[in-house]
């Protein structure tokens, strides 16, 4: 099966059609002849598909349930309102974050949350790439951590290879998770060749609890237990000394930046980027779950992150608009381990097209400036995962999105009852 995308405009300027066989880019040219579905990209910007390496799905059913609260409060009302929620309910829940995420330009998402197998579920209809994880939590209890262990492999076994379905093992964070089973957790991680997915160094706190318990800052406790790797991917990393950024470093560990989600609970600091640049750190981005963002939107996060660390470091050259979308398309797909994210022959056919003539992107004297600080998600017009039309003319072809919608709405009062 051929997919012909042809007079796209590239981020260089330069007008090109791109050759689809299968999954994968085929060739990228001017004027390819090729007998087969055709997409007219005249007017239109072709770009890799975004990547969001940290969110939780299901929680797109929390959206404003929590608002204008310390922490503590709100993980109150989110930790109630979770145990209320029904595997159906997650399903429902994913279905509608890929919805969003699909119409604001993501072709990937790594996910940690539970009732996974109705997470993948969800993703494998909408035909979205994932990469999932079952978020374990033993809190040092024997018994429970030899069950999260098993849930976290079973899906693994059951999921990853499956269609567009990459698993990941995802413990939740060092203060949840004893280091037993941080330990198990990653050889598991090693077994299966699959991405080490946990939060860390989110907030003050955890940092000050860490050292408390371990006389040692979070990344130099994970190092100590050898769980570090090119295979491990660490969401927020917003209260990183730069020593700790060099550790990480040193190991090809991926960072997940979560920006805007800090900043709405309020974490007080922000990501040291510019160390982790130095230093030659793969960064990629993360929307975190709607509870604590609202949005899934990757081009708010780009353009959150690029005005968050110019600001906080007084200095405009720090995140230029370059490193922000690498950190979203190649970055993020490093981290992943998924070869994609970038318009090249014998890449994973992730595409996505945005209006070129929309007012908000005109004029065009810097195509890349305008998708960081001036697209949003109504800009996109196409969605092409692994070589196949997942939304055309912002219509979604793999579900029916009026049904989801719908369904979601439905539920929300159950979770607040």
Sequence with gaps: MALLIKGATLLSGKTADILIEGNKIAKVSSAISASCEKINAK???????????????????????????KLEAWLSKVRKAEE?????????????????MIKSGTTCFSDMYFHMHEVAKAASKSGIRATLGYGMVDLGDEKKRKKELSIAEKLVKDWHGKGKMRCSIAPH?????SKELLIAANKLSSKYSVPYHMHLSETRKEVFVCLEKTKKRPAYYLNSLGVLSKRTVLAHCVWLTKEEVRL????????SLNPVSNMKLAGGSTAPMPEMQEFGMNISLGTDGSASN??????ETMKTLGL??????????????????????????????????????????????LDKKAANLVPSHSLLANLIYSAHAGNITDSIIGGKLV????KILTFNEEKVVEQAEKEKNKLTA
């Design 84 to 100: 209320k929620l029904t595997a159906k309910q997650v399903y429902i829940g994913t279905m509608l974050a890929c919805l969003e």
């Design 173 to 177: 964070s060092i203060y949840l998770c």
């Design 308 to 353: 968050l660390q110019k600001n906080c470091r007084w200095d405009p050259r720090v995140a230029n608009a370059q490193s922000l979308f690498s950190a979203a398309t190649l970055g993020g797909a490093r981290a992943l381990g998924i070869n994609a994210g970038s318009l090249k022959p014998g890449l994973l056919a992730d595409i996505i097209l």
């Design 391 to 394: 939304m055309k003319d912002r």
């Design 248 to 255: 990480l470093a040193s190991k090809q560990v991926s960072a």
């Design 43 to 69: 007017g239109k910007i072709a770009i890799p598909g975004l990547v969001n390496t940290h969110t939780h799905a299901p929680m797109s059913l929390f959206k404003g349930i929590a608002e204008d609260m």
């Design 294 to 299: 609202n949005s899934l939107s990757m081009l």
